[in-house]
């Protein structure tokens, strides 16, 4: 795939504050739970680049293949803890917000197991991966996950 066009020659100025934003939120949280909500919303947006880039990062913070490979089961997969099935819920149910608005599940699950301030940081990131998504499936994004970092150390 050949992306549409560069979007940080663009958009520079805005597109780095994307990204000093999305590295701001992801640091906000434990890495392998940002890594997680990730590779689990761009599953649901189908979102390549994303899950072939989330998928590295999170296997380079200590992520095992295993929880990797069940993310899109994860209801049924019980090598998630509680914490990880709320964010898990709660970003299904933000990803998937216009095909019905039944999240209060969800949302009781993530108070539960998120202080307020983490259930704001949570929907951040889930906002953000989101963003993501909706830029690397538009304009036909592909980038190397080491190509990615570079980028993100530069930012």
Not at 72 to 94: F, H, I, K, M, V
Not at 100 to 116: I, N, R
Request: one cysteine or more; aromatic letters at 8%; charged letters at 20%.
């Amino acid at each position: 795939m050949t992306a549409k066009l560069d979007l940080f020659s663009a958009a520079p100025s805005l597109m780095k504050t994307w990204m000093n934003t999305s590295i701001a939120v992801a640091s906000s949280l434990e890495p392998t739970l940002i890594e997680l909500v990730k590779i689990r919303a761009s599953q649901i947006n189908a979102c390549a680049n994303c899950i072939n880039m989330h998928t590295a990062e999170a296997r380079a913070k200590g992520e095992t293949e295993q929880r990797i490979y069940l993310l899109s089961a994860w209801q049924e997969a019980p090598c998630y803890s509680d914490r990880e099935r709320a964010a898990l819920g709660w970003t299904d149910a933000l990803t998937r917000l216009s095909e019905s608005h039944t999240h209060e599940k969800a949302y009781d699950a993530l108070k539960a197991q998120f202080t307020e301030e983490e259930q704001v940081k949570l929907t951040l990131m889930i906002n953000v991966i989101n963003g993501w998504n909706r830029l690397a499936v538009g304009f036909g994004l592909w980038i190397d996950p080491a190509a990615a970092k570079a980028a993100q150390a530069a930012a």
